[in-house]
Each structure stands twice: as C-alpha cells, then as structure tokens.
C-alpha cells in the first residue's frame, strides 16, 4: 500500500515582557497586528519568539523544550516552495523519506512519523481517511516552528515525534508588497503577489492578500501539478482592547500525481537488466488523477481583561474535497523483470472545525514572574468518502487484494493499460470528536530560573461507518486520556541555560481486538535534556539536546495469529543545532542528528532497527553578503549528509540504503531597492541516490534549478 531566526544580550523578564509584547499573541502567532508586526521588526537574525511551544510568546533559548524555527526570509533564500523541505537544514527532522511526492508532504520527527503533527496558526490541520491529506503551501507563510517530542498537553491527540506549526502571512501596519516570478527545470513556473497594509480610512483596520500560481513536472516521466492559492485576511480592532484577526484560504491542486515506488531490485540493488530510471512511471500517467480542493475560514480574537487577565480565542473551518486516482507497484518483481500493480480509487470530502480558548494571567513580584495559561480546545472532523481501490477491507473484516495487471519495471508500456474493474466502492461515513481541557503554568524565579508544569485531559470519540457487498460494520474508540509535561531550566550569566524536561502524548487506535474491545491509545514518553547557548559578545546561539522517547501499547504480531497490544517503539539521540554570524557578512547555520529508533515488530522480531531513520544526519548552510564594489550581490551554499537506513523489519528482505550527500547553491543581487533577482540549484550535482526503503524503496529529488525576479513596491 502506498505509506500513509541576532542576539548579543539577554533579556531581563520585565524587559522581554515590554519589548517582545508578552501576552499580545495567539498560538503560533500574535492576532494583534501591531504586535506581530513589532515582534517580527524587533527580532534579530537567529533569535526569535515563539508561541507553539507553549502558546504563550517565549523567547526560544527560555523554553525548557527542543524547538527549531525557520522564517520568511529562510524560505526565500532557499526557494522552498514544498512543505516538506522546509526543515532540511534543522536537526531532529528526516525530509522527505519517501522523495519528492507532488501529492503530500512527509517528515520524520525524532524517529516517528509527522503525519498526523500538522497545524497551522495553532489549530490542527487533518490527514486522514488514507489520502485525505492537507496541503501547505510555503509561499502564504511568515515562519514555520517545530516543537520537538510528545506535545499532547498543548495540542491533544497527537504523535510523539512533536508538533510543525506553519504561522500564516497576516496583515502589516506598513504598506508593503512583492510581485514574483519564477521559471525552473522540470517545467516550473510561478507568478506569486503578496501586498499589506491598512486600509484606505481605516486606522483601525489592515489588511493581506496573498496569491499564487504554480506548474510544474513531476520527478516522473508523465507527473505533473498546478496549483493555485489565494489567502486574504484583514485585523480590525475593535477597541483599544480587542482585536480580531480573519483568515482565509483557497487552494487547488490539479495533475498527475507521482506514484515514486519501486522495488528493491533495480533500484538500491542492480540486476541483470541494470538499474530502473529515477523518472520511470510505474503508475499510469495517461489514467492517474489528482483534483483536491481546499478551504479554509477563520478568524483570532484577542481581548485584554485587565493588565493581568487577558482572553485568547482561535477558530477555523476547514473544507477539502477529493478526488484520487492512482496505479502503483507491488513491492515484489516477478523474474526476470516484471512487476504487479494495483490502484488507489478515493473520491470524498471533509468538514473539520477547531476551537482553542485560552485564560492568561501574568503576575510579577520583585523577584517573580509567574504565567498562568487554562485552555479549553474543541476538533471535530466529518468524512464522507468512496473507497474503490483494488486492496479493501470488507464489512465483515477480512480484507482482499487485487493486482490489475503487470508490466516491465524497467520498461513499462503504458499504451497497454486497460481501466480495472474493482467492483462496487465501500462508502465510508467517519466522525471524530475531541475536547480538551488543559493547564500550564510557567514560573521565573530571580530572573534565573524557569519551571513549567501542565496537565491535559482529553476524551476523543470517532466512529467509521462502512458498507460494502457484504454488509454494514462499524470501527472506531471512545477514550480519555491525561497527559502531563514538566520542566526547568537555569539561565546562568555566561549565556549557558541548561534544562531537562518530561512530556507526553497518545494517539488513539480505530481497531479493535479478537473481542471486540477497543485498543487502548499508543502512548508517548520523553524525558529530555539539553543546553542553549547564547553567548555575550557573539551574534548568535547553539542548542544540545539528548532525548529518550518511547512509544508504547504497539501493536504486534503474536506467534497465535492476531495483533497483541504489547509493543514498543523507542528513540534515543543527541540533537545539534546552531546559528549564528561568523562576521558582519558571513553567517552560518549548522545541525548535527544522532537517532537511533528500535522497534518491535512481532513476538519473535523485538528492538528492530526502525526503517527510513538514518544513525546520523549532519548539515550546513553559509550565506555571505557582499559590500563595497559587489555590494547587492548575495551568495550561499549549503551541504546536507544523510546517513545509511535500514529496511523494514517486517520486510521479506534485507535492503539497507547507502549515505548520500547533497550541494544546494543560492546567489541573489538587488538591481535596485525595488527590483532583485535570484538563482536556486538544489542537488547541485544531480546526485542519484535512494532516498529510503521500507516495504518499497524511493529515489531522491533530481537536481532544481530555479530562477527568479522580484519586485517590491
């Protein structure tokens, strides 16, 4: 199946309190335009404030917890215009594992999968119902921050590799806009506007609109995707003491969709025929299709109670409707070169809605600072869909798979294909709900030192209604779990702040077992230490963190036949990760990941190495700016290693992926204060490499070059 920001001093609180605006935002972000706007002015180049990690705005070197930001002007030097990119050069995080996907964006957190991390201005964004995945788009950001470990005290239900919130491009007070164009390799072109500012009579009022456009090929031969983005929003305030921030989105995305899955032989192994071609297709480009649609409505309300009460509240809608269709391989090749294939058939839509309150009270004595956060936070999704893929699971619970015909692997003939026939759909009717109530409270004490505890209690309820030939069946769970997190940390005068921490999460289970009961939640666990560095007289910082995370209640396959709940999956590591300016021009960004993740896998296969998880991952990015004769003139580069992964445990054979390397390159120069022009190589040698296996294995993205022209006004 296919795999489902310069900072030389320190602040004293009272002083980060005035000059960071404490209290003036919302998760991920502030809903007071004002506010956003000084925070983002007054940030330096590699430190910044940040809101996910404990939603409340927190200076990232005084959070007892492992966070990593990438902003705005990041994204822009490195050209990101895929989610799953954006953490290329931060520690702690496997981009990309399966290659380049034009259908979804995958990361690995510290070991685990991301799928289910996702959020956006603080409230969740879903991936479900199999491809049911909601998309990001990079251009319509300010930052992205990752808040690293089990976070299910802020966020709920959640996995325990941590949380990727994308913060959304919001109104400016000043008038600002950009107009973009780019054109690439693989027949990429982009037109992006982006303009801010109040509005006309208004003091009161601002307002953003931002849009995009984008085409461009697959890694495939035959895979392709347009996408088009709009998002306007507007900050009114309503009084000296409330603001309301309204945010909005549309987005579609059209194509063919890349089906990147191949097997082992011909692709990290050579055969007797040779290798199999990056771009070879084994789906079906004349007959795949991809039409999703995304919408989404909502709005931030901040409201001052007093000088110590205020109140917060987030709200969103979010509508996405889709329709699948895609041929891909088996995992095994028939000798001498032939290969299987099946199809994935999904057409449906969903309506999510998410709340999150939050109660703040600040409070300060001569020596303390205290700040009391109670929260309050609502999700429901509802999905409707049909599911006619050739591998389904009947009513009755068994489960079949049909293979629709086979071509060669190393040449396919596509004019061959005739449309299979999987028989009627199931139709799926599924229903989630989850509210939770929630506490933390944050405590400075003699401007040395942090404590932090918060509790969390959650009751999650879903429910799959499916039917089929054979009948009408229900799966789902209706469970409450607390989760607790914990930390502290010193803030010594030399600029060294050591911490350690605990935290938890869970995420609940829609099966059920031999009696019908239902699974009890996967449960997550860490226990984390580390340093953050910022040290006086230097423009920059360093962070250190060693973490042990297990995951536990993991299914497994039992000598008698049927899944028992009593597996683990643990990682273990040591997390590196620095910014900082070597000189007034010459500024460097580095990272270092140790991972080891073991899992278990039946009664017989216990503490296996986890598939697509290197040992060791090491990166690094230098941009200079030029002055003088040259002054305008802007270059980086950046190298990225990826050590060696091993296969699935559960695999049938041993397929271990070799380390690669990868060279990115940047160069830009401004003509003028308005105009500015830029060249991005990603991959800079076009180096052929595996990317990862599991059951199957994927190649890696082929070089990117990207051009472009920018004018702002």
């Given at each position: 199946m296919i795999p489902a920001s310069r900072r030389s001093w320190r602040l004293s609180p009272l002083a980060a309190a005035v000059r960071y605006g404490l209290g003036l935002s919302l998760v991920g972000a502030s809903s007071l335009a004002p506010a956003q706007n000084d925070a983002t002015d007054i940030e330096t180049d590699t430190v910044v404030v940040s809101a996910s990690a404990l939603k409340v705005d927190t200076p990232t070197l005084e959070t007892p917890k492992a966070v990593s930001e990438v902003g705005?002007?990041?994204?822009?030097?490195?050209?990101?215009?895929?989610?799953?990119?954006?953490?290329?050069?931060?520690?702690?995080?496997?981009?990309?594992?399966?290659?380049s996907d034009n259908n979804a964006d995958w990361m690995l957190l510290r070991g685990f999968s991301a799928e289910g991390s996702t959020y956006q201005d603080g409230l969740?964004?879903?991936?479900?119902?199999?491809?049911f995945w909601w998309m990001t788009e990079p251009?319509?950001?300010?930052?992205?921050?990752?808040?690293?470990?089990?976070?299910?005290?802020?966020?709920?239900?959640?996995?325990?590799?941590?949380?990727?919130?994308?913060?959304s491009k919001r109104p400016t007070a000043e008038p600002q806009g950009e107009l973009e164009l780019q054109v690439g390799n693989k027949g990429h072109r982009q037109i992006g506007i982006d303009t801010s500012g109040p509005v006309a009579g208004h003091d009161d009022m601002r307002y953003r609109l931002v849009g995009m456009v984008r085409d461009g090929d697959g890694?495939?031969?035959?895979?392709?995707?347009?996408?088009?983005?709009?998002?306007?929003?507007?900050?009114?305030?309503?009084?000296?003491?409330?603001?309301?921030?309204?945010?909005?989105?549309?987005?579609?995305?059209?194509?063919?969709?890349?089906?990147?899955?191949?097997?082992?032989?011909?692709?990290?192994?050579?055969?007797?025929?040779?290798?199999?071609?990056?771009?070879?297709?084994?789906?079906?480009?004349?007959?795949?299709?991809?039409?999703?649609?995304?919408?989404?409505?909502?709005?931030?309300?901040?409201?001052?109670?007093?000088?110590?009460?205020?109140?917060?509240?987030?709200?969103?809608?979010?509508?996405?409707?889709?329709?699948?269709?895609?041929?891909?391989?088996?995992?095994y090749v028939t000798p001498p070169r032939s290969i299987s294939r099946g199809v994935v058939d999904r057409d449906g839509e969903y309506d999510a809605f998410t709340l999150d309150n939050r109660?703040?009270?600040?409070?300060?004595?001569?020596?303390?600072?205290?700040?009391?956060?109670?929260?309050?936070?609502?999700?429901?999704?509802?999905?409707?869909?049909?599911?006619?893929?050739?591998?389904?699971?009947?009513?009755?619970?068994?489960?079949?798979?049909v293979n629709i015909d086979s071509v060669d692997m190393f040449d396919p003939d596509h004019d061959a294909f005739t449309?299979?026939?999987?028989?009627?759909?199931?139709?799926?009717?599924?229903?989630?709900?989850?509210?939770?109530?929630?506490?933390?409270?944050?405590?400075?004490?003699?401007?040395e030192w942090i404590f932090l505890a918060g509790a969390r209690y959650d009751s999650v309820d879903s429910r799959d209604v499916y039917s089929d030939e054979t009948g009408r069946s229900q799966a789902g769970y209706d469970d409450g779990q607390l989760s607790l997190t914990g930390g502290v940390m010193y803030l010594a005068d030399n600029g060294l702040s050591p911490y350690i921490s605990y935290s938890e999460s869970f995420t609940p289970l829609a099966s059920?077992?031999?009696?019908?009961?239902?699974?009890?939640?996967?449960?997550?666990?860490?226990?984390?230490?580390?340093?953050?560095?910022?040290?006086?007289?230097?423009?920059?910082?360093?962070?250190?963190?060693?973490?042990?995370?297990?995951?536990?209640?993991?299914?497994?396959?039992?000598?008698?036949?049927?899944?028992?709940?009593?597996g683990e999956r643990n990682s273990t590591g040591v997390e590196v990760e620095g910014m900082g300016y070597l000189t007034d021009n010459l500024k460097l960004t580095a990272s270092y990941t140790y991972t080891d993740t073991r899992v278990d896998v039946s009664e017989n296969q216990q503490d296996e190495r986890a598939a697509l998880v290197p040992y060791h991952m090491a990166?690094?990015?230098?941009?200079?700016?030029?002055?003088?004769?040259?002054?305008?003139?802007?270059?980086?580069?950046?190298?990225?290693?990826?050590?060696?992964?091993?296969?699935?445990?559960?695999?049938?054979?041993?397929?271990?992926?070799?380390?690669?390397?990868?060279?990115?390159?940047?160069?830009?120069?401004?003509?003028?204060?308005?105009?500015?022009?830029?060249?991005?190589?990603?991959?800079?040698?076009?180096?052929?490499?595996?990317?990862?296996?599991?059951?199957?294995?994927?190649?890696?993205?082929?070089r990117s070059v990207i051009g472009s022209l920018s004018y702002r006004f």
């Open positions: 705005r002007d990041e994204l822009d030097k490195r050209s990101v215009d895929k989610y799953d990119e954006t953490f290329q050069y931060r520690a702690g995080v496997v981009s990309q594992p399966y290659g969740r964004l879903f991936r479900t119902g199999g491809y251009f319509g950001l300010e930052r992205v921050e990752l808040l690293k470990g089990p976070s299910s005290i802020l966020y709920g239900e959640a996995p325990p590799g941590g949380v990727v919130n994308a913060v890694e495939l031969e035959g895979s392709e995707k347009q996408r088009y983005y709009f998002a306007p929003s507007l900050a009114v305030d309503v009084s000296d003491d409330t603001t309301v921030t309204f945010l909005a989105s549309v987005q579609k995305d059209e194509g063919v969709p890349t089906t990147g899955f191949f097997p082992a032989q011909g692709t990290r192994e050579g055969t007797p025929f040779g290798k199999i071609d990056p771009d070879t297709n084994l789906g079906q480009p004349d007959y795949d299709n991809l039409d999703q649609r995304q919408l989404s409505l909502g709005y931030e309300l901040e409201h001052h109670l007093n000088d110590t009460w205020a109140f917060e509240q987030n709200f969103r809608y979010s509508n996405l409707d889709l329709e699948l269709r895609t041929v891909y391989p088996n995992s109660l703040i009270a600040r409070t300060y004595t001569e020596h303390t600072e205290n700040t009391l956060l109670l929260g309050v936070g609502y999700q429901r999704l509802d999905l409707e869909y049909d599911n006619a893929d050739s591998f389904r699971t009947l009513g009755d619970g068994s489960s079949y798979f449309a299979p026939d999987t028989g009627d759909p199931t139709h799926h009717d599924v229903e989630k709900e989850q509210i939770g109530v929630y506490v933390q409270d944050q405590f400075r004490l003699n401007d059920t077992n031999v009696s019908g009961e239902s699974y009890e939640p996967l449960e997550g666990r860490q226990l984390e230490a580390g340093i953050k560095y910022a040290p006086a007289g230097f423009d920059g910082y360093l962070t250190v963190s060693a973490f042990d995370l297990e995951e536990s209640n993991t299914l497994i396959a039992s000598e008698a036949g049927v899944q028992r709940q009593i990166s690094a990015w230098l941009d200079y700016d030029f002055t003088g004769t040259f002054d305008g003139l802007s270059v980086g580069g950046g190298v990225r290693y990826v050590g060696s992964t091993a296969n699935s445990p559960s695999a049938s054979e041993d397929a271990k992926v070799s380390s690669y390397t990868l060279y990115d390159a940047m160069a830009s120069y401004e003509i003028t204060p308005s105009w500015k022009a830029q060249l991005n190589v990603t991959n800079l040698t076009d180096e052929e490499y595996v990317s990862g296996c599991d059951f199957y294995c994927y190649y890696g993205e082929s």
